[in-house]
């Protein structure tokens, strides 16, 4: 754990613009989820384009897992709390995601992989994002990296506040991932009653926070556990200030938007409708890695 020496002291906070509870919905082979960014979010929510949180420790609703399907002009990162998880890809990837582990996946120009659980019993917890590719990168070649809990930048203020960086920096701590385009921040805080966390977030990129224990208040507005919160890109405002009713832990995302257009068919995410037909057309006709 590292210890934290940069201060940050923001200006104007965003507000809450509205707040979204999620749907549930079974995916893979039956895996329960609750799906809190769908795709009518993905251009106010630009670069992201889904936010998947699941927790429960009944193996009936994670069991069954997500058999192979392919994947491609995106990137997807995992997130597990609590629970083992096995990747295997056709691009020859395979590792474990294992209790406060991140698997970072850049599908590219095509990928076909299988998500199993290596449990059948107990809790398992955690999100998957689904985080977009500007077109010039959407037909890279698939890349992987699995990130165990070791390995994610972790720190804790003087007030108590912990801090995971999965990706972007805060408070002079780079995260585990850094990309250029989308210039991503992804951030699991734990936050002790009371206390008020900060976080800068640049002018123009679209922002989220996800509270997934307590609740949480930003600019006078509550949200609670199990809700996803879209901030506002109010002018002036150069961060979030985040305070915690109770102890709260809370993940907060912001990204710099592509602006470029978004064609979507399930598992691919391209810019046009011809990108998504080649993408079926080639997934059919086994051309992905």
């Known amino acids: 754990m590292n210890t934290a020496v940069a201060t940050i002291q923001i200006q104007k906070t965003r507000g809450i613009e509205r707040i ?16 809190v960014l ?34 491609r002009g995106f990137e997807t990162i995992t997130y597990m709390l609590k629970g083992s998880m096995r990747h295997r890809d056709s691009a020859g990837h395979e590792g474990l995601i294992t209790d406060g582990g991140v698997q970072w996946m850049t599908a590219g120009r095509g990928v076909i992989h299988s998500e199993m659980p290596e449990q059948n019993e107990g809790l398992m917890e955690g999100f998957q994002l689904w985080l977009n590719l500007p077109a010039k990168d959407k037909m890279i070649e698939p890349w992987y990296r699995d990130i165990p809990l070791e390995e994610v930048p972790r720190f804790t203020l003087d007030d108590g506040v912990t801090v995971q960086v999965i990706a972007g920096s805060t408070h002079g701590v780079d995260g585990a991932v850094q990309r250029a385009h989308t210039e991503p921040l992804y951030l699991d805080l734990e936050i002790p009653a009371g206390v008020t966390f900060e976080q800068p977030i640049p002018a123009g990129h679209n922002a989220f926070v996800y509270v997934f224990r307590g609740e949480a208040v930003v600019e006078g507005k509550g949200v609670g556990s199990g809700r ?22 809370v993940l907060v995302l912001a990204g710099r938007p592509l602006n470029e257009p978004i064609a979507q068919y399930g598992p691919f995410v391209m810019n046009t409708q011809a990108e998504l037909q080649q993408a079926v057309e080639d997934f059919r006709a086994g051309r992905f890695a």
Do not use: C, W
């Open 228 to 249: 996803m919160a879209i901030l506002d890109n109010a002018a002036g405002a150069d961060g979030v200030r985040i305070k915690a009713v109770e102890n709260t832990r």
């Open 38 to 71: 769908t795709g009518p979010l993905q251009r106010r929510l630009d670069p992201f384009l889904m936010l998947d949180a699941f927790a429960s420790d009944k193996p009936g609703d994670y069991i069954a897992g997500f058999p192979e399907h392919p994947h």
């Open 20 to 35: 979204i509870n999620g749907q549930f919905v079974m995916e893979g082979a039956g895996v329960k989820i609750n799906r």
